[in-house]
């Protein structure tokens, strides 16, 4: 994650670790294999992104969704270590000020933007999973009352009324 986040920030493009990584921040504990992040970027951008990352060793996987699929592209990332990064192109119905409320964070000597924990939290409605709907849920309990409820709700709704919905039956 650390070497993305350098080619990240050398390009200027934004980014929110989301995903395994942001349920530890916010008190979560779960296994993962691979780390993911946000990125703000045209899906038509990824390409040239994705040479970046090749000519600076990581081996890549482009992946387009389909007019259905929330998340437009995905560029997947990985070393000779097996470490896995997953960058993705957006979330349909993401709150555009998702990057501006991203938390800056220490991790092995560095600096990370982590999304913010509303931003987090309606992410994890939206995906709806079990797994997903528990570390809402986790990560809610954990915050109390740091959360910052009016905030929870208007990112929330940029995912639509089912997003909602599933939102009031967890507070």
């Given amino acids: 994650m650390l070497d993305a986040v350098g080619i990240l920030k050398e390009l200027h493009i934004n980014y929110a670790v989301i995903g395994a ?14 780390a993911d992040a946000v990125i703000s970027i045209t899906t038509q951008s990824l390409e040239s992104l994705e040479k970046t990352f090749k000519q600076d060793g990581f ?35 993401m709150d555009p000020d998702t990057f501006a409320r991203t938390v800056e964070v220490p991790f092995e000597g560095e600096r990370i933007r982590m999304v913010g924990l509303e931003d987090f939290i309606a992410m994890k409605v939206f995906a709806g999973s079990p797994k997903d709907l528990e570390d809402a849920k986790q990560a809610m309990a954990v915050s109390g009352k740091s959360i910052d409820r009016s905030l929870l709700q208007k990112t929330t709704s940029h995912f639509g009324q089912k997003a909602l919905k599933v939102l009031r039956t967890l507070i």
């Fill in 59 to 93: 081996q890549t996987e482009l992946r387009r969704g389909d007019h259905r699929d929330p998340i437009p592209a995905l560029l997947a990332l990985s070393d000779t270590y097996g470490n896995r990064v997953d960058l993705l192109a957006g979330i349909r119905g």
């Fill in 21 to 34: 990584m942001a349920a530890s921040f916010y008190g979560v504990v779960r296994a993962s294999f691979d």
